[in-house]
């Protein structure tokens, strides 16, 4: 019979964890004492996270690495979103009694590679029992010139631009849904996403007036810029791409391709507002800030409002 969390124990597991665990020089106390201290040059960014078993991710369809990467990999992406630089992050992680060692193991293996990949130092955290899996992830970041890059900057005149990949993870999780295992790659991007790290702060320095990660669907999140901002965002669908993956599980499914790449979420890809003439070589143009010309604050497609659901909407 496998070790069990509740063979193991709080303390020796909280061990575990930490055992050479890296810090970034920003950090000058780690984990080990009742909170951890790092050094912040400019302005502190700070964003929370949680994930819960069975609404946020499943055993049966990830690894527990995977997990443990997706959670840093998506908290990250709001240190992205603000034009921020990676710092620290915390971890408070719950889980029942008979959970196997092994899997708790590996999920921390998940949130310590994907930390170090996303420029994070693992400073602290907190462990729990509990019915359910449950990961509670803090990220903190700094901004080192400027101000932070909010959602209500944009401005009529303003072009919109794409950093990152859409609609592969939410093609992913409709073929986990229908108990595929394949395109493989559209699951692994559901399982574990890649934000663009550095995208971010790249956009900050070019003058972007609004930014947002993707993580409920372009159409939702860009509609929290539109309504912060005040202003229409309209989008060109002919400068989307739509990845062969996407496009073959809209084919299994009966769905629309474009269905997912403007409401799917979860593959945090970075979408900003730049003042015309600013926006990076490596971001792509997917359109333009209007004027509200008695409309509410909206986006639109191909100039019409869209007809249907726009992305993920807690406790709808």
């Known amino acids: 019979m496998s070790e069990t969390l509740a063979d193991v124990g709080e303390f020796p597991l909280i061990q575990r964890v930490l055992a050479d665990l890296p810090q970034g020089s920003a950090v000058s106390l780690g984990p080990g004492d009742d909170g951890g201290v790092f050094l912040v040059d ?7 996270d949680v994930f819960v078993e069975g609404v946020h991710f499943k055993r049966d369809w990830a690894s527990a690495y995977d997990i443990g990467r997706k959670a840093v ?76 890059v909010l959602r209500s900057g944009a401005r009529p005149g303003d072009l919109v631009a794409l950093r990152g990949r859409l609609g ?8 986990l849904r229908r108990g595929f295992r394949s395109p493989r790659v559209a699951v692994q991007a559901f399982q574990c996403p890649t934000p663009p790290y550095g995208a971010g702060a790249e956009a900050a320095g070019f003058g972007a007036s609004a930014m947002i990660d993707v993580s409920d669907g372009l159409l939702a999140d860009l509609g929290h810029v539109a309504r912060a901002s005040g202003v229409l ?84």
Request: aromatic share 6%.
């Open 73 to 148: 990999a998506a908290s990250a992406a709001d240190l992205e979103a603000m034009g921020a630089y990676p710092v620290a992050v915390l971890v408070g992680f719950a889980a029942p009694p008979d959970l196997p060692a092994e899997w708790a193991s590996d999920c921390v293996r998940g949130i310590r590679a994907e930390a170090g990949k996303a420029g994070l130092s693992l400073v602290g955290g907190d462990v729990s029992s509990a019915r359910d899996i449950t990961l509670a992830v803090t990220v903190i970041g700094e901004t080192r010139v400027g101000l932070p």
């Open 233 to 316: 965002i309209d989008l060109d669908t002919r400068r989307l791409e739509i990845g062969d993956a996407v496009q073959a599980v809209a084919q299994a499914t009966g769905r629309e391709p474009l269905e997912f790449v403007l409401t799917g979420g979860e593959d945090h890809a970075l979408v900003a507002t730049f003042p015309y003439g600013q926006v990076p070589q490596s971001w792509t143009v997917i359109g333009r800030v209007e004027e509200l010309g008695g409309l509410t604050p909206t986006v639109l497609v191909d100039g019409d409002r869209w007809a249907g659901p726009t992305g993920w909407t807690h406790f709808a």
């Open 42 to 48: 400019g302005r502190a960014v700070t964003s929370v």
């Open 168 to 175: 592969w993870a939410a093609a992913g999780l409709a073929a």
